[in-house]
């Protein structure tokens, strides 16, 4: 017997579709709703930070650090376009972790400066404050498509088994389990359940216009590029330099794939009075019981 897919659009609206499509968008985290950066503050600390520590993320591969609150992560482009994938967590609880989807939520599909990087419940704090970002004159190009996005989640090889790849041990996904485990001394399997939706630096994706696919473009980024992320407290950071390279292409077989820079930068004494690192959202967890 041969079934037949329902189509996803009845051929004729109903004769109310015009109206009911044309209620009102709502914003539903207007950005004035949200607790203001200090960005003046971020400024000058910006001024005066001294770099304390550097070092590469291999191409297709990924590394582990940790930067304490109040210091200063850029994330550099060093070699050549290239895309990374990083995953977040509270270095003294790795249940507090970056939280892609309320990030997407409160500041929309991609990032740039003066967006935090929220972390999961019942903390929802920001991890981090995007306080420079030299790709911040991309905007959203004519497909729509911007760049550091918390749409995509990170390549991996079960969705490559799924599709029919071969074994692929090299994505972000297990390249990230790899660096926790590294850093952390957990073992792979029980890293794995820490490894989270990123952040996907450098990264120039959309959704397509007619049926609202996720798509990639080549990167803008070049040589010199940098994203700076300011430490609101202290973090782990895992960072994979994905295999897709630029993601300009659909094959990492053919994809050139260049090394990631990252580099810690402390504050200069005095240039963070005024500043406190945020406490978890106020909630009591009774959850009504
Ligand atoms: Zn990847």
């Known amino acids: 017997m041969t079934q037949t897919a329902e189509p996803r659009m009845p051929k004729e609206p109903p004769r109310y579709a015009a109206e009911r499509r044309a209620a009102a968008p709502v914003v539903c985290y207007p950005p004035e709703s949200l607790p203001a950066p200090p960005m003046p503050l971020y400024d000058r600390l910006r001024a005066g930070m001294t770099g304390v520590a550097q070092l590469e993320i291999p191409a297709r591969d990924a590394r582990a650090f940790r930067v304490p609150a109040g210091h200063v992560l850029r994330i550099s482009c060093i070699e050549g376009p290239q895309v ?29 400066t003066g967006d935090r990087l929220w972390s999961s419940f019942p903390h929802l704090r920001p991890m981090a404050t995007v306080i420079a970002d030299s790709l911040g004159w991309y905007g959203f190009d004519a497909d729509g498509a911007g760049v550091h996005d918390v749409i995509g989640t990170r390549c991996d090889p079960y969705t490559n088994g799924r599709l029919g790849g071969a074994p692929f041990h090299r994505c972000c996904h297990s390249n990230l389990i790899r660096a926790l485990a590294a850093e952390t001394g957990l073992s792979p399997a029980a890293a794995e359940p820490h490894i989270h939706d990123v952040l996907n630096v450098f990264m120039c994706t959309g959704f397509t216009r007619d049926t609202h696919r996720y798509f990639t473009k080549a990167s803008p980024v070049r040589p010199g590029d940098h994203l700076d992320l300011f430490a609101e407290i202290d973090l782990l950071c895992a960072l994979s330099a994905c295999p897709w390279g630029d993601c300009s292409g659909n094959s990492t077989d053919q994809a050139r794939c260049h090394p990631l820079g990252v580099e810690i930068f402390a504050p200069a004494p005095g240039a963070l009075d005024g500043w406190t690192p945020p406490t978890p959202a106020p909630y009591d967890r009774s959850h009504g019981l």
Request: charged share 20%; proline share 0%; hydrophobic share 30%.
């Open 84 to 112: 990374g994938d990083l995953n977040l967590w509270n270095a003294h609880d790795l249940s507090e972790r970056f939280y892609s989807g309320k990030t997407r939520a409160l500041h929309g599909t991609h990032v740039g």
